[in-house]
């Protein structure tokens, strides 16, 4: 179990498929103007499961910018590669619809990569909602010391806690 501000996240693995895993969050800060605080606990159950490259290099026409297409193609041909795909059933009217598709560089443990995937998007005049687009991200781990120096750089100042 993880504790973030929103509220607990529960991860365990499939005792039935190796391939599969899946997170639990329960958001005690999920807006609700009906209740006295503000807030009610609303769950996301998160399913991840190993894909095929094939099914996200089928993807990769869907990211609209060319440069990232060809870095997300290449990124994919590395040896070693394994591909998640990620669905969310929780509040938002396309849970259980999009996905997220994860993967790490082979050789650089410190870099990820994401192609998250938005459906229902509309197309044509007027409208129908069948449209897709896919977006392109790269997260690096860095040290504390490279926030702090670029917090500084950036003229702010952060109150650090024990654990942080």
């Known amino acids: 179990m993880s504790m973030s501000a929103k509220g607990p996240t529960y991860q365990w693995s499939s005792s039935s498929d190796v391939n599969k895993s899946y997170s639990l969050l329960a958001d005690g800060k999920f807006p609700d103007g009906t209740n006295p605080s503000g807030f009610r606990i609303e769950l996301s159950l998160t399913t991840s499961v190993r894909t095929s490259l ?60 994401s192609i998250g995937i938005k459906s229902g998007l509309p197309v044509g005049d007027p409208p129908v909602y069948s449209g897709a687009e896919a977006t392109w991200d790269i997260s690096t781990n860095v040290s504390r010391a490279a926030v702090q120096e670029w917090l500084s750089k950036q003229d702010y100042s952060v109150l650090y806690g024990p654990d942080t």
């Open 54 to 113: 094939e099914e996200i290099r089928n993807k990769l026409g869907l990211i609209a910018n060319l440069q990232n297409q060809d870095e997300a193609r290449r990124n994919l041909a590395k040896a070693g590669v394994s591909v998640a795909r990620s669905v969310t059933n929780g509040p938002s009217a396309n849970d259980g619809v999009d996905s997220t598709y994860q993967f790490a560089d082979p050789g650089n443990a410190d870099l990820s990569y």
